[in-house]
């Protein structure tokens, strides 16, 4: 409930509710150090849609090859499809729209404004208690809040055909280079499409049965791009290298917490230290100082060797083939040395 203007509105800090949260914290931070961070991991060492596109075999656009394949040449529409209420002119092979509203609502809030809030109303404060168990106290207002919320979207995939090749159930396909289409309506009102013009020249890699290229999962996944294979293989390359490091910084961010969690009771202990005149708040601060710096410590010590052993599971078999290759290497070494 967020007070009145003029009023101001307190939270009472419980001792023992706030222990027995901290202690729940451990208990939370070890699951995400031990699964959590894990997972996000191995996903961010998972990134490798441009090594598998690199695998697919070039063939020509009128030739009858069946596997992972990429061809080039001009797409042509199993059927007429214009890009959506000819925003476009000429027919499209795919396109995703979107119509966005600039929406309002009148809410409560405490804090920092952002720009999409206008004041309507000055209120009272709201006050509680920081992990350093010190009153912290934020001006609360009434609101007028705006944000961009899409009320119209429309997306479509026409089945094509490139050369013999027919491409079939493209809904799910990656798509790499299609072209942008921006309009603000009105103060309120503004949309955007991604589209591609039926008719040009396309790039298309999938599981081909020599007449028919199709998704074939996550290692043969179907793929049309409008660039060529050296551009379309940078952009996968740059999205695999972004998508990994979002992923391990996140991972590494979830161990700095988890790790954070699991020395909370010993930061709420060190709270009722501070009520010690002049060194309380110290001795506090230092230690809470000292739980970080642990915290970090053991975290980039963990993330590393969670890497280590991610990356050695994920290359077992290549560090299985050079470990034998090195032992029959030293068993042909000492026999001739004999000899």
């Known amino acids: 409930m967020v007070p009145g203007a003029g009023q101001i509105q307190r939270a009472s800090s419980n ?10 914290g451990v208990f939370i931070g070890i699951l995400i150090i031990l699964l959590l961070a894990p997972t996000v991991l191995w996903f961010a060492e998972s ?8 695998h697919s075999k070039e063939v020509l656009s009128n030739s009858v090859v069946s596997g992972y394949i990429r061809t080039n040449g001009i797409a042509n529409a199993n059927n007429q499809m214009v890009c959506y209420e000819n925003k476009i002119s000429g027919n499209c092979l795919y396109y995703d729209y979107e119509l966005e509203e600039l929406q309002y609502t009148v809410k409560d809030y405490c804090g920092k404004l952002s720009e999409n809030q206008k004041i309507i109303e000055t209120k009272g404060q709201d006050c509680h208690r920081d992990s350093n168990d010190e009153e912290v106290c934020e001006q609360c207002y009434s609101v007028n809040e705006s944000e961009w919320n899409v ?3 429309e997306n479509k995939f026409s089945a094509f055909s490139v050369g013999n090749f027919k491409v079939l159930n493209p809904d799910n396909a990656k798509i790499v280079g299609s072209d942008k289409y921006e309009r603000q309506i009105d103060v309120n009102h503004r949309e955007n499409m991604n589209y591609i013009k039926d008719g040009v ?3 298309v890699a999938g599981k081909s049965d020599g007449h028919v290229i199709s998704d074939g999962g ?3 996944y179907l793929l049309v ?4 294979y050296q551009s379309t293989y940078d952009y996968l390359k740059s999205q695999d290298r972004f998508i990994a490091w979002l992923l391990r910084i996140i991972a590494f961010i979830i161990l700095l917490v988890g790790y954070n969690l699991i020395f909370g009771p010993i930061s709420v202990l060190s709270n009722f230290v501070r009520k010690i005149p002049f060194i309380g708040k110290f001795i506090d601060g230092a230690v809470d100082s000292i739980i970080f710096i642990v915290s970090l410590i053991l975290a980039i ?4 060797i969670l890497w280590i052993l991610i990356m050695i599971i ?3 078999i290549y560090i299985a083939a050079l470990v034998a290759v090195i032992g029959l290497g030293f068993y042909l070494y000492t026999k001739f040395k004999k000899k």
């Open 15 to 24: 001792p023992i509710s706030v222990i027995f949260r901290s202690i729940v």
């Open 225 to 228: 791009s409008t660039k060529d």
């Open 301 to 304: 010590i963990h993330f590393i």
């Open 201 to 203: 020249n396309l790039l």
């Open 151 to 153: 009320v119209k979207s």
């Open 314 to 316: 994920k290359n077992i």
């Open 218 to 220: 996550k290692k043969k």
């Open 47 to 54: 990134q490798n849609s441009a090594k598998i596109f690199s």
